[in-house]
């Protein structure tokens, strides 16, 4: 029901990526928060009245971004936790965007900190970039490109970084390699009530390109980042989610073009325990 085009409640792009908008309930209506970083602001989309009336409820509110953010996750009507390539292209800024001020947090200080080298083949922005959700008063982001998780809420109590293998991957153990050899981790990330679960690719672009690896694994934590599950599946994950009530585990992979369902109704009556 979103338009592409230059006029009002029309986008540029497509909203193809999970960190352009917030989704959250209110009142019995799911709201969807989206960002538009070219005309500088978020549009708040009534997914339910635009599904009931078959017309498209939407309002545009102008929030003063730029055109380098890289997302924009809503933490209120008036608040963002921004993500900013920096001009000198080496790293990204995280802040708090309230009515038209920034703020950085130390626990967003500390991430800040993370930088790639100059010299590099345009791969810069993206080193650093992550996926992110949020729930509640926490947020968990995941790297597209290495192999940790970072949950962590504004005030500081919870600032924790998890990682699934023996060492945390440094920057420059990417950056170093050619294009072929590097590897995507994450690709996909979910929030949930109780827990949160994110998409672990880990293998080649080589890999991927030419088809010998196309498994995920859904990792599954609690919200104080302790693991729950692993789902191996024999896809490249783009996108997930699970149906509770059913007990089904949805996934879309866009490298096969196809989107697949799992009965995983076993595993949830063992989580709920």
Known sequence: ML?????????????????YYTMEEENGNLFAMILDQYKGGV???????????????????????????????????????????AEDGRHQNLYVMKNGEKSIP????????????AENDGF??????????????????????LNYINLFSLDGKTSKTLCVED???????????????????????KAFNDFFGAAFYNHTWMERDLGI??????QLFDWN??????????????????DFTRGELYLFSSSDDE???????????QLKK
């Open 3 to 19: 338009s592409i085009g230059q006029g009002p409640n029309e986008f540029r792009y497509p909203v193809s990526s999970g960190n």
């Open 213 to 218: 690896k196309k498994s995920s694994q859904i």
């Open 106 to 117: 130390d626990v967003l200080e500390k991430l800040n900190r993370a930088t790639v080298d």
């Open 124 to 145: 810069t922005f993206n080193m650093v970039s992550a996926l992110i959700r949020r729930k509640r008063n926490l947020f968990v982001e995941v790297p597209l490109y």
């Open 43 to 85: 549009y708040r989309l009534n997914i339910t009245e635009s599904l009931e009336s078959g017309q498209v409820n939407m309002e545009f509110f102008p929030k003063g971004f730029t055109s380098s953010i890289v997302y924009a996750c809503a933490i209120d009507d008036e608040a963002f936790l921004c993500r900013e390539i």
């Open 225 to 242: 980042g302790k693991p729950l599950a692993a789902i191996n599946v024999n896809r490249i994950v783009t996108s997930f989610d699970i």
């Open 259 to 269: 989107f697949v369902k799992y009965d995983i109704s076993d595993l949830l009556k």
């Open 167 to 189: 060492e945390l991957m440094k920057i420059s153990s990417v950056t170093d390699k050619s294009e072929p050899l590097r590897k995507s981790t994450y690709t996909a990330i």
